[in-house]
């Protein structure tokens, strides 16, 4: 039987909550680059060490409270990180609608572009 599509933020307690909160900002509001994907979306960033870190720190605290979720953190020879979240079928509208208002999500027939 598959996972249901919520979160669970009992599974944070109020620090953890915080810390969430304080990387989604910094993690979403650097993004450079992203592209739909089948069943979720993929997000681009800079070469940087501490946003590689910080999407490390905000990966481990998302999958306690949305276990569904796969998450695939790459760090390319160019030096460019990519984070693709993905899962089940309905996580990408979720995605989308979770997204929704820290971000404005312009559809392009190859890419996705958020814009703060």
């Not at 953890?16 to 681009?44: C, M, N």
Request: glycine content about 6%; charged content about 20%; aromatic content about 10%.
């Amino acid at each position: 039987m598959s996972s249901p599509l919520a979160c669970n933020l009992e599974a944070l307690d109020s620090n953890q909550r915080e810390r969430h909160a304080t990387l989604f900002k910094k993690i979403f509001g650097s993004v450079v680059e992203s592209k739909e994907l089948p069943d979720g979306y993929g997000f681009r960033f800079q070469s940087n060490e501490p946003v590689f870190l910080s999407i490390s720190e905000w990966i481990t605290l998302e999958s306690l409270c949305c276990s569904f979720l796969t998450f695939n953190l790459k760090l390319e020879s160019s030096g460019e990180i990519w984070l693709e979240l993905a899962g089940p079928k309905g996580v990408k509208q979720l995605l989308g609608a979770e997204l929704g208002p820290h971000n404005t999500i312009v559809h392009d027939p190859s890419l996705v572009y958020l814009t703060p």
